[in-house]
């Protein structure tokens, strides 16, 4: 196996590891959150609307019908996650946005990243620090790239 060959396995073996081990801290914020597995699979997506989500479409995505997607997005409104407002091109349609406590929310269930917590970097030498930033970095410029 050639040299790049090798170091991409052995990345992807610790990732899958470094992934299992993170499932107990992944999973303790959800175990205590209030939210319902469908709030937050709702609220997750329309954080990542950038336009604004509509009840029609998340109905739609979810398979449930409208008046069930309305009382789901009438609680979040209720819990400060997320507001409508009305379509700036059409007055008929609403548009779902999450709210700052919203965004906070679901960064904090879903995209934190437990295994670089302080406690794990702290153990780390100033040259496993650095290694790790450009690698990350490299990574999100990918990711970025890979986006646009």
């Given amino acids: 196996m050639d040299p790049r060959a090798r170091v991409v396995s052995d990345i992807e073996a610790l990732s899958i590891a470094i992934t299992v081990r993170s499932i107990p801290r992944v999973l303790a914020p959800l175990l205590t959150t209030e939210l319902t597995i469908q709030q937050l699979k709702a609220l997750s997506v329309?954080?990542?609307?950038?336009?604004?989500?509509?009840?029609?479409?998340?109905?739609?995505?979810?398979?449930?019908?409208?008046?069930?997607?309305?009382?789901?997005?009438?609680?979040?409104?209720?819990?400060?996650?997320?507001?409508?407002?009305?379509d700036r091109l059409d007055q008929r349609v609403r548009r779902i946005h999450a709210t700052d406590l919203g965004r906070a929310v679901v960064r904090?269930?879903?995209?934190?990243?437990?295994?670089?917590?302080?406690?794990?970097?702290?153990?780390?030498?100033?040259?496993?620090?650095?290694?790790?930033?450009?690698?990350?970095?490299?990574?999100?410029?990918?990711?970025?790239?890979?986006?646009?």
């Fill in 46 to 86: 329309i954080v990542t609307t950038e336009e604004g989500a509509t009840g029609a479409g998340l109905a739609q995505s979810f398979g449930v019908s409208m008046p069930s997607m309305s009382k789901l997005v009438d609680r979040l409104v209720s819990q400060d996650l997320v507001g409508r407002e009305t």
């Fill in 108 to 148: 904090e269930l879903m995209a934190a990243r437990p295994e670089l917590g302080e406690d794990v970097l702290s153990r780390l030498s100033l040259d496993e620090l650095e290694a790790l930033e450009t690698g990350l970095r490299a990574i999100s410029r990918e990711l970025r790239n890979t986006r646009d």
